[in-house]
Structure formats: C-alpha cells, structure tokens
C-alpha cells in the first residue's frame, strides 16, 4: 500500500524535477510541461503547488546554491582551528566530478544571469556570502597568529572564491586531466602563499555508509 507524500514532500519532488529539466533545456528556457514530465505529473498538478514557475524555478536553484554557502557554514561552526577550517571550506567547494548536479547548474544559471536580472543577483548574493565566509575564517587565523596575511582579507577572500568558480566550471566542462583532487591542491597552493600556513591538514576519511536496519 502506497503511503500518500505529504506536501512538503511532493514540493521537495518538484524542486528536484525542476533542477533535472534546467539541466537538459537550460535554466531560461524551460518550460512547464517539461518540469510536469520530470516530475511524471500534469502541469495542472506542478501549478497547485507553485502557481508561477518562476518560484519553483528559483527555489531550485537556492537549494543547489545552500551547499556552497549554508552547508559549509554549518559544517566548519565547531572547528575552532582556522588552519583546518580554511582547508575544510577550500576542500568542500568543488564539485564531487563531472556530473555535478549543484555546479552544472550553477554554470547554467551564470550563462543566464546577463539575460536575467534575478539570477544574477542570486549569484551576486552568494559570492558575496562566500567572499565574507572565508574573510572570517583569514582574520580569524591572522588574529590568532595562525595566519600572516600577504594582502588584505577581502581581496584573497576574492580570489578564493574565484579560483573556486574557475576550477568547477573547468571540472564540470570535462577537463580531460583536471579533477577535484587536483583542483583542491591548487587552491590550497595559493592559500599557503597568502596565509604563510603550509595548511597541513590531512583529510577526514569518508564516513562509511550507515547500516541498513534489517526488516521482516
């Protein structure tokens, strides 16, 4: 027996449907009953919960653009070592590899940020949210001595974030001899130069998966 999905749920579904309809038609061109056929429903159903596609539309794009921000955020609150906690945001900044939904998608909304002006103050907003995240993260190290800064926070902050976004678009177009592991080495290359901290900290091994519980 089918247990019925509850609004929040059936929402979350949409989003997930939106974001795999941009993804093959491109976050400005698509249509209704393109994100109805992702989401095996009628486009009456998809505008029941969302009356204007707009809304779904940039709701899906938030939940992608969350991992980049909100989620290292909360992932790095109870680090107290500026050392591990620059390394850690610089490691959880790329994407995974190739078929990165969350990146894909950002470099689809960046193509349509000069056509659209929401989705370019989406993107305005989150680059800035990043820039601020890791100035906090260089002068909370320059003030604890961990860190001796070559420039200004704000402007290796800038540069951070920018390395970032030129590595994941690379990652994501296919780059036939650049991946995430190389990509991250790069960035923590330039971070050591401009914190004088050779950043070493070796990385956390993959959790593994939990246990299934047994059922009867």
Do not use: W
């Amino acid at each position: 027996m089918k247990t019925r999905k509850s609004r929040a749920q059936r929402r979350q579904d949409l989003i997930e449907a939106a974001r795999r309809a941009m993804l093959q038609h491109g976050t400005d061109r698509v249509l209704l009953n393109q994100v109805a056929e992702q989401a095996g429903l009628t486009s009456g159903a998809v505008l029941y919960h969302y009356p204007d596609l707009r809304d779904l539309l940039l709701e899906a794009h938030h939940a992608g653009m969350e991992r980049f921000y909100e989620l290292r955020v909360k992932k790095i609150a109870d680090i107290s070592d500026p050392v591990r906690k620059l390394v850690v945001t610089i490691r959880s900044g790329l994407p995974t590899d190739a078929e990165d939904a969350d990146v894909r998608l950002l470099c689809e909304l960046g193509g349509a940020a000069g056509r659209n002006r929401v989705y370019a103050a989406l993107l305005t907003t989150l680059y800035d949210r990043q820039v601020s995240m890791y100035q906090m993260i260089l002068e909370l190290g320059a003030a604890q001595s961990a860190f001796t800064l070559a420039a200004d926070s704000q402007t290796i902050a800038r540069n951070l974030v920018a390395l970032e976004d030129a590595y994941g678009y690379r990652i994501v177009a296919r780059h036939p001899t650049l991946h995430a592991a190389e990509a991250v080495e790069l960035i923590l290359s330039y971070a050591r130069l401009v914190t004088g901290n050779p950043l070493d900290v070796p990385e956390e091994p993959a959790k593994p998966p939990r246990a299934r519980k047994a059922t009867t």
